[in-house]
């Protein structure tokens, strides 16, 4: 009897086995697929541009710490700086928690809650996206979840070597992304109430206390050299006027409402079903009274969703930044389903339960397949398809003028974009940069006749780009390439009356003000005096974010020294000598304005 007994266990065994490698595999196809098909979006490109700069911009990256950059080095070294290049990192993160799931299960004695979040992390289309982006979201999701593993094996077994393993995870977490010091501080209010709990029942030991001593102590000293960087970032991403400009940090109730939506991976109303499950599956836990992994969970979850909040974090509420929460959300589901097929073992036996478990599988995977398909169809910012556009329709040495119609912090995402693609390609375009135009470098296009294009982002209702007299070509996503269907004159002319076009577009007063300092800017190397100073006067009116800055005081020392010109050259010498004044006060050195005081 107990020989076939080993031998059902041993059965067990492998089924578990060959299931956890079927979803591994799974995941693998499925984040493999169409791994180059996109563009780099505009963080992406900041990935590759950093990483182009070697050890210097790897140390220098203000936002982020360097783990990404450096891991991706060797991968772009090998394959070069391609898109699939980039991304591997990502899909190796992304498949790698799958494994740490399954084990997660195992280690907290609920396999079957392992086995079914990794299929709904592998069918995640959210998780998909990530581990197919040159960014830092798969390694924190993978690093964080390889942290609370490891954390539970210290607190169930503490041992030298799995503290300082937990310490060495932590420290390369920190390393991965910012966002690992929420991770970090809901782990220590972990245990706290661990320690806190075992010293109540009297079973904690005093070397328990050495072990987490070590473990902290070893973090600090792998993290010592970044810790000077650390005071700077805070300053740039915590608090309430940074980063999106909003004011204030975004709610907590947003926030779960932007990862409720995010982590589904069905689409529409089932993120509520989802959501009764893994609170179901936290009950269970509570009703089971298996409080370890109950307070894991919570700490993972909950937590550390209030530690967004009390930490005041600004950046919009982008599922991705507290992307470390999915494994553990979808967890709680596992427990849920698997308690739910235990229980139908009891009514329709272990077959009838099996081809239950089977039935569920097929639906779950049917019905995240749309989703999933539609993940891949969709592209967030198209670049590669613009270009091929152009190539199409534009001629050698025509325009491109990249702007936004929206305001971002004087942010410019197709002027931080579309180089990249053109340099890579070697297209023989000449491009402008909306909000930061320059007089001296526009006069050359005064000599030639080429059409102008410009390159358009409006994330916004775009009804009125499309009711302009423009030729508008859409792309993925929020992207345009429009024009004048008759254009005449200079390219220098057609710019600036595609300024004069776009310009009533612009969605808000901030943007409307950067766009008519590009139109001054044009108007001095067109030498139009009266729409300089027109627009300068707006911008003095009107855009005090503007006033006083290097832009400005240019234009203003161009303005000024054209007016002085005109009245030497009248003789209108007190009115020189009134205008020299306010020109020395732009440039002290200005040797006209200096030339007619000391005359």
């Not at 982006?133 to 964080?144: M, N, V």
């Not at 950046?315 to 849920?336: C, D, E, M, W």
């Not at 000599?447 to 209702?461: C, K, R, S």
């Amino acid at each position: 009897m107990k020989h076939y007994e080993l031998l059902g266990r041993k059965s067990r065994k492998w089924q578990g086995l060959l299931i956890a490698m079927a979803i591994i595999w799974l995941g693998f196809a499925l984040r493999l697929y169409n791994l180059a098909g996109d563009s780099f979006w505009i963080d992406e490109i900041i990935t590759i541009r950093t990483v182009q700069g070697g050890a210097e911009a790897i140390l220098n990256v203000r936002d982020h710490p360097p783990l990404l950059y450096v891991l991706t080095l060797p991968s772009v070294n090998l394959f070069g700086e391609t898109e699939f290049a980039a991304r591997l990192l990502s899909v190796v993160a992304g498949i790698l928690a799958l494994p740490l799931l399954i084990l997660l299960g195992r280690i907290s004695r609920l396999p079957g809650a392992g086995l079914w979040a990794a299929l709904f992390l592998a069918l995640s289309p959210f998780h998909v996206r990530l581990s197919q982006t040159a960014r830092h979201y798969p390694l924190l999701i993978t690093f964080s979840l390889a942290t609370y593993v490891v954390l539970y094996m210290a607190l169930k077994r503490p041992q030298w070597s799995i503290w300082l393993a937990y310490a060495g995870l932590t420290a390369l977490n920190l390393y991965t992304h910012y966002g690992a010091f929420i991770v970090l501080a809901s782990q220590t209010l972990l245990i706290f109430i661990w320690l806190s709990l075992r010293l109540v029942k009297k079973t904690a030991h005093l070397s328990v206390f050495s072990y987490i001593g070590a473990a902290a102590l070893t973090v600090l000293l792998l993290f010592a050299p970044w810790l000077s960087r650390i005071l700077r970032t805070l300053r740039a991403n915590i608090g309430e006027n940074v980063v999106t400009g909003t004011g204030t940090s975004t709610p907590l109730l947003i926030w779960a409402r932007h990862a409720i939506n995010s982590f589904n991976p069905f689409g529409g109303i089932l993120s509520f079903l989802l959501l009764g499950l893994a609170v179901f599956g936290l009950s269970l836990l509570a009703w089971r009274r298996k409080w370890s992994v109950l307070l894991l969970l919570i700490s993972a979850t909950t937590v550390s969703f209030a530690m967004v909040s009390i930490f005041q974090v600004a950046r919009g509420p982008f599922a991705r930044y507290i992307s470390f929460t999915l494994p553990f959300y979808l967890f709680a589901v596992g427990i849920s389903i698997s308690a739910i097929l235990a229980l139908s073992r009891r009514f329709i036996g272990a077959f009838g339960s099996l081809l239950l478990s089977a039935v569920l599988v097929i639906a779950i995977v049917l019905t995240a397949w749309p989703a999933l398909q539609q993940e891949y169809d969709f592209v967030l910012e198209d670049w590669q398809s613009i270009l091929n556009y152009l190539d199409q329709n534009a001629s050698k040495g025509d325009v491109l003028v990249a702007m936004s119609l929206n305001y971002r912090n004087n942010f410019n995402l197709v002027d931080a974009s579309i180089p990249y693609y053109l340099n890579k390609d070697g297209q023989e375009h000449i491009l402008l940069s909306g909000n930061s135009l320059d007089p001296e470098e526009l006069t050359s296009l005064n000599e030639i006749e080429n059409d102008v294009w410009g390159i358009v982002f409006d994330w916004n209702d775009q009804s009125a780009l499309y009711g302009s007299s423009l030729a508008v070509e859409p792309f993925q996503t929020a992207l345009f390439v429009v024009r004048e269907e008759e254009q005449r004159g200079s390219s220098l002319e057609r710019t600036l009356e595609l300024y004069n076009q776009m310009i009533p577009l612009a969605d808000d007063l901030s943007q409307r003000c950067l766009m008519r300092l590009d139109k001054a800017s044009l108007s001095v190397a067109i030498e139009n005096w009266s729409t300089v100073a027109d627009e300068l006067y707006f911008i003095e009116q009107s855009c005090p974010e503007l006033r006083g800055t290097a832009r400005v005081k240019k234009l203003y020392r161009a303005l000024l020294s054209r007016q002085l010109a005109e009245q030497r050259q009248l003789g209108q010498l007190d009115a020189a000598r009134q205008t020299a004044e306010s020109l020395l006060k732009l440039d002290r050195n200005d040797q006209n304005a200096l030339e007619v005081l000391t005359a």
